[in-house]
């Protein structure tokens, strides 16, 4: 009987950018030295895990953290594991989008909003799951045991809900935190590093 196959997602660090309050989506900024911080964290966490393969965000924080995380394997890049384009809200914080678009804002705030909501200028929201999906299928049907991949927030939760079916919780994944799922044949794939890193 074959091994479970494990899937870690990483979240990149914090950036240059204030990723933790800003809305970066193809912004390409660069960590911070939080961030990096952050990443050798994760690197902690994932020290002795035989890793067949890694894959970053073609995005500088992912492919930055991937390096970080994973130092000395060599790291594929996926276009499809970009974050989700804002459009013109890229780079706003919360209250910055709210006193542009107070209406859009309030919609996107709303009951499942951020669930259906397509961004103003930006990316479909229906687009950007489909080539998540579509990248992650992709990589979990290769020749490895155990796949790293570091990409963004909006990405792990798409990757997380299709290959399990169960949503993360409200702000999950955290910055530089580490998710690992488990496929075990018949009983598909499972979140087995407990609720929250």
């Known amino acids: 009987m074959p091994l479970p196959k494990k899937l870690i997602l990483v979240r990149h660090g914090d950036t240059l950018g204030e990723s933790s309050i800003r809305y970066h989506?193809?912004?390409?900024?660069?960590?911070?030295?939080v961030g990096?911080?952050?990443?050798?964290?994760a690197a902690h966490g994932i020290d002795g895990l035989e890793i067949d393969l890694v894959v970053a965000s073609?995005?500088?924080?992912?492919?930055?953290?991937?390096?970080?995380?994973?130092?000395?394997?060599?790291?594929?890049?996926?276009?499809?594991?970009?974050?989700?384009?804002?459009?013109r809200w890229e780079g706003l914080?919360?209250?910055?989008?709210?006193?542009?678009?107070?209406?859009?804002?309030?919609?996107?705030q709303g009951a499942d909003g951020r669930r259906g909501f397509d961004y103003p200028e930006g990316e479909r929201r229906a687009d950007f799951c489909e080539r998540v999906r579509r990248g992650i299928d992709a990589w979990v049907a290769a020749d490895a045991q155990t796949l790293l991949a570091v990409a963004h927030k909006g990405v792990i939760r798409v990757a997380v809900e299709h290959l399990t079916g169960?949503?993360?919780?409200?702000?999950?994944?955290a910055l530089g935190s580490v998710l690992v799922l488990e496929s075990g044949g018949s009983r598909g794939w499972q979140r087995v590093d407990g609720e929250a890193d």
């Not at 989506?25 to 030295?33: H, T």
């Not at 990096?36 to 964290?41: A, C, N, V």
């Open 36 to 41: 990096r911080e952050q990443m050798r964290g």
């Open 166 to 173: 169960v949503p993360l919780e409200e702000g999950e994944p």
């Open 93 to 108: 914080t919360a209250a910055e989008i709210e006193a542009l678009d107070p209406e859009l804002f309030s919609q996107w």
């Open 58 to 87: 073609s995005l500088s924080r992912a492919r930055e953290s991937a390096a970080i995380a994973a130092p000395g394997l060599k790291i594929a890049l996926e276009d499809d594991f970009r974050e989700v384009h804002f459009g």
């Open 25 to 33: 989506g193809r912004n390409d900024v660069a960590l911070s030295e």
